[in-house]
Each structure stands twice: as C-alpha cells, then as structure tokens.
C-alpha cells in the first residue's frame, strides 16, 4: 500500500540539493546464507550488476543536483498494516553520498519538485534479512505508506501547515494518497546541512529518512577555500524490529522484550553500510555475513567536509578518524569556528561539519573512520551490538588504485563512554556573529521527567503531561479554528507577539536528552547543573555575545539549558526528545489568519480515518487523558537519588524498583 507526496520548494536564495541512499561499495556484496543456531556461515564476493539498476541523474544549472536514489533501514518480521515487496531493494553507490563539485550555487529565485515514493520492501543493511521501509527518489518522485507524515526541520516562515508531524501540524497521509508540501526557503540564514524524516511515531527508525543540503552564496563556508570535497554521512542505530512494535512495548505494563527500558540497537550504520554478527541471528532468520564495511576514497593533501547527520533514535556517536585530527566548522545548520578534535560527540538529530584533512597522507595509504556508540548511555543490554562502527578511508591519488589492505591504524585513546554531551558550546564560535536579544519579554520553563501513570505505565512528562496526539485534530488546527490548547494535553509555551522569548528546560531524571526545536533557531545562553525557574533566572549566567545558535541541544540528566528564541515566525512549532513533547505556539492570532491550502483539511476528512478511529483517537501507542498522572502527581517530579551508579544506571533502578522520590515543581 502507498501513497504518494509532491514537494514544492520555492528557493528565494541560494540553491538546495537533496541527496540520499542506500550507500554501499558500488563493485561487491555478499552471497546470502541462511544463519541456524549451530549451523557455519560463509560468503563470497559477487559483483552488484544484479541488484543494481542504472542510476539516472539530473541537473538543473544554478539550483538542484537531483539524484535517483534508494534508503533504506531494515527492521525484523512482524505484523505490520502494510504489505511487503519482493522486489529488490536498489543499491546507491558510495558516490551517491558525495556532492558534486562543479554544482553551481546561486541566489536566483527557483522553483524546485520533487516525488517522493515508499514502500516495504526487504533488504539487508546489516546482514539479518527483514522487512524494510524503503524511500526512493526517482527524477524527483516520493511514495507514502499508509497514514505516513512527513518532516524537513525547516523554518516555514508563512507556511506553517508544511513542517509536517503528524497531530501537530497535519493528519497523517492516507493510503494511496497524495499531499503536496509547498514552501519557501526564505530565512536569510537558511543554509547548511539538514535531513528529513517521517514524523508520525518513530516511522523514520524504519528507513523513511535522508540529508537534506541547502547551499547559499551568503554561507561563509566556501568549498575550494575551507573544504575541497563536500562528503555527507548518515549515521544512525539501526534495530531489527519495528519501530510500532518497540513503541507499544515500551508504553505497555509488559514492555518490550520484557522491559520498559528503551532497547539498544543491533548494529550502526554509515550511509546505511552496517555489519551485524550472524552468530547473534535468530533461529531459522536469514543472515548474510558482511565482512566488507563502506569504503571512501579521496586524493592525498585534500581537506574533505564530512557531513555527520545523526539520524538514529537513540545512540550517541563519537565520530572520529584514525590519526587525524577532525576541525568542527558548523554545529547544525551554524557555521562556527569550532575546534580540532579526535571525536565529534553527535546526539540525536545533530549535525555537524568536521574537516579531515589528507595533507600527511599519500597515495595508497588508508585508516579506519569510526561511528563509536556511548553505551554508557544505553539502559537495554548490548550484548549482541558491536559500538564500533567502521568505515576505511582510501588515499589515491589520480591515476592511481587505493589499497585493498585492512588498515592497521591505531584509535585515539580518547574515553568513548560516559554522560552523553554535546561539545562544549564556548568552542563553537558562530563565524557570522550575532548577538542574542538583551533581554527576553517572557519566560516559561519545561521540566522533563519519568513517571508512572495510575496504571503502572511508564512515560517522559514535560510540567507533569505526557503529549496526546490526536491525529485527526492537529494542534495547528485548534489554533487556526480560535482555540487555545488543553494543557493536559499538551505542554504549550505560548508567545503572541513578536518578542525575545526564553525556555528554560530542566532535565530532572535519569536519561541526557537530546531537546529537538521545529522552525525557530535558538541561541544557547545559558546553562547549568541542578534546576532553574523564571523566578530565580538571575542566578544563572546569560550569554548574549554571539552565543552559539541551532536548533538541537543535549540536556544531560541533572541538568539545566536556558535557550533564547526571536518568535518572528508565527506556528505551532514542536519541541521533542525521545518519549518527551512539547510546542512553542508563535502569534496565534497570526495562525488565524494561515492561508492554509483545501488539500491540507482534505487528509484529515473522516472518510480518512482508519477503521474504528474517531476525531478523539490518539495515535497508536499513545494512552488517552485517563492514564495520565492525577492532579495531585502532575504538579510533582521525580528526582533520583543521586548517590552511586551512572545517571541510566540510576533510572534503570529506579524503573525496576518502581520507587519515585519528588521534588515540588515552582508555580
């Protein structure tokens, strides 16, 4: 089943290109083997030419590299609403992932289409045979499965239907449906590195996901000054179940996998090249032993920007090369002065641009690129995960062949676990210096914490509310039809005038979390460890010098961040970590006068809803109003003992014991 999705970017300034795919060595795969408890595996080398088909490109002068792509991440057998494909899965070549460098960047206003297509299809990124959320873009063309939503993380500057989550802004597509996402790219600073994703559940963990670049002469960052070649890697967890399956589990008195505890991956993957251990397989699984991990080759004396997206749902990487050093140029879509590091930490939603550097190198030489996973903050047992995802490096030159020896470099000794951390934010300098507004005309504050509902039902809270996503009635629409949002539904951080706002975001228990914001950037201007509120601000430094902006920042556990936003961009903007949601509702009554497209309300029609389903259905895996914390517990949080153990360590504890220690939220 599929539908179908029309994309219209109008780009005001600058050109934008949206790369994607299933990234693999475009000359070799494994035989497949099927994997028995006790049984051998072995594999061999075959060329790709039976999987492979053309690969049609096309390039539109001043604007847009178009590629005909394929995505991919593979998931375990399990009921699904959805049929599955046979048809093969389309393999990208590694280059697929490398921008073009005689791509002309632009200021001229154009007007740029692309389709989209999904499908369910098998495939194997990692070795173990399963079920795959497959995306492809072919001259521009994108395929739906059935009540799917779709999400860039661009600012929609009058276009606010567009950013796409699913009971936020939109209903979910229906089947066999189209839904046409028309905006501009008109914020002067909107360049930089980026990715799409499904937004309905945790959909894009199963592979409906890709980069999203957009290039603007205004972008300091030039290629042939601060970077020769122009690599984007796509980095993610990868688990073998479906994302629904470990939703409900997780929200369910049984758990998944017999826990409540987010369960940690079975292998990583670069440019969707991962490789599983097949003797982990389970029983009658078909399991093809990959030996081979993805493999890049530039030029010796080169500086290669590498584009590092971290599109998973809950690792942390630490990116890092063998022997080189890697120089942090942009932290989200901010170009920075940033420094030289052995491993760029990258959360959740993060990106980052670090420069490696082949001056040292010649011709025939290689090493190890690692995508390391932070276990120390994993709550779920690993033991059949390898944290240390690897890609090779090839130097060779023109003319020249790279080595097909297996590096013997050596790793930085650099700790690889520990409290999951963004880089520290005095070392990211943006290179267009903009100072944070003096003083910000309202404040409100977030506080994130793990509770139980009455039920027993473990659940994130932000102010003691755990989101209801009512799938047909979006939030948008409230607003736009004169309501004001149900707090018990939703925590709302309301702006209605074009103001400086802060939010303080108190992370009060037991997991770092990685706080994503749709359409408005932020600047970082303060934080701190223990709890802060509107009425004791002044305690804490606020830095309002240049101070680093983005749109996705780590809260570790215990901790405090005071991010400041200029509400100049009228919506309902989500505000979300992992199981946590809140909204930034921007000049409402500017929402009520959205020029919002019949086709948008056409999706949400009741002759769309699924079987059963009601204007008040919440989303599968969500829990309605009468599971949510009583009135006494919704104006408490949980605080952990903070003596022994690591933060997760504590959680974990905590969520065994069921034992709760609170503290009074402020009012």
């Known amino acids: 089943m599929r539908a179908s999705t029309l994309l219209c970017f109008s780009v005001a300034a600058g050109a934008f290109a949206l790369p994607g795919g299933l990234s693999s060595d475009s000359s070799y795969t494994n035989k497949k083997s099927t994997f028995t408890k006790g049984s051998t595996v072995t594999s061999d080398l075959e060329p790709l030419s039976n999987v492979v088909t053309t690969l049609a490109s096309s390039t539109v002068k001043g604007s847009i590299t178009a590629t005909k792509t394929s995505s991919v991440a593979v998931v375990t057998p399990s009921p699904t609403k959805f049929s599955v494909s046979k048809a093969p899965i389309e393999i990208a070549p590694a280059s697929q992932w490398l921008l073009d460098p005689a791509f002309e960047i632009t200021s001229v206003p154009q007007t740029r289409y692309y389709n989209f297509t999904i499908d369910a299809r098998w495939g194997q990124p990692d070795g173990l045979a399963c079920p795959s959320l497959f995306s492809e873009i072919v001259t521009m063309i994108l395929k739906l499965i059935p009540y799917e939503s779709f999400s860039q993380g661009i600012s929609q500057n009058g276009t606010g239907w567009a950013d796409g989550p699913n009971g936020v802004t939109q209903c979910p597509i229906p089947s066999y449906q189209s839904f046409l996402y028309n905006f501009t790219l008109s914020r002067p600073d909107q360049y930089g590195t980026y990715w799409w994703h499904a937004h309905r559940g945790a959909l894009y963990a199963d592979g409906v996901a890709g980069p999203l670049v957009i290039h603007s002469p205004s972008d300091p960052l030039k290629r ?88 998973g749902t809950h690792a942390l990487f630490r990116v890092s090369a063998d022997e080189h050093v890697l120089e942090v140029i942009e932290a989200d879509d901010t170009p920075v002065f ?18 490696l550097n082949t001056a040292q190198d010649k011709s025939g030489d290689s090493f190890f690129l690692r995508a390391q996973m932070n276990t120390g903050c994993f709550a779920g047992n690993f033991t059949d995960l390898d944290p240390d995802v690897k890609a090779i490096i090839r130097i060779a030159d023109h003319g020249t062949l790279p080595s097909t020896k297996i590096p013997k470099t050596i790793d930085w000794n650099d700790a690889l676990n520990g409290t999951c951390v963004d880089l520290d934010e005095a070392t990211l300098v943006p290179r267009i210096a903009v100072d944070a507004p003096r003083y910000a005309g309202t404040t409100d504050v977030f506080n994130a914490a793990f509770n139980f509902t009455p039920t027993g039902d473990g659940r994130w809270f932000l102010n003691g509310v755990t989101f209801e996503n009512f799938m047909y009635n979006p939030l948008l629409h409230q607003i736009y039809n004169g309501r004001t949002l149900d707090s018990t539904d939703v925590t709302n951080f309301v702006i209605p005038k074009l103001e400086a706002a802060d939010l303080i975001i108190n992370n009060a228990l037991g997991a770092d979390h990685p706080f994503h914001l749709h359409g408005l950037k932020f600047y970082v201007v303060g934080r701190g460890n223990g709890t802060l509120f509107p009425s004791n601000v002044s305690e804490t430094t606020i830095h309002i010098k240049n101070p680093l902006r983005r749109d996705t920042l780590t809260v570790p556990n215990g901790q405090f961040a005071v991010i400041r936003v200029i509400a100049d961009i009228p919506g309902v903007h989500a505000l979300h970590a992992a199981g946590l949601f809140g909204v930034f509702v921007v000049q409402p009554d500017a929402i009520r006068k959205f020029e919002i497209p019949d086709e948008h309300f056409k999706i949400c029609d009741a002759n769309n809803y699924e079987a059963g389903d009601t204007i008040l259905t919440t989303d599968a895996g969500r829990r309605r109003r009468s599971l949510a914390l009583s009135q006494s517990n919704s104006t408490e949080f949980p605080l952990l003992n903070q003596q022994g153990g690591s933060p997760m360590q504590r959680a974990v504890e905590m969520w065994k014991r069921a034992e709760v220690v609170r503290f009074a939220k402020e009012v």
């Open 224 to 311: 042939g000054v601060d970077y020769d070649v122009d690599q984007i890697l796509f980095i993610r967890d990868h688990f073998h179940s479906m994302s629904s399956d470990i939703v409900n589990g997780i929200l369910s008195n049984a758990g998944f996998e017999g826990t409540i505890v987010a369960p940690s991956p079975k292998s990583g993957l670069i440019n969707s090249v991962g490789i599983f251990d097949c003797s982990f397989a389970p029983t009658g699984s078909t399991c093809e032993q990959k030996i081979k991990p993805l493999e890049l080759v530039y030029p010796s004396n080169t500086k290669i920007r590498l584009r590092l997206i971290n599109a």
């Open 338 to 355: 940033g420094p030289e590091v052995h491993r760029v930490p990258i959360y959740t939603a993060q990106r980052y641009s670090a420069v």
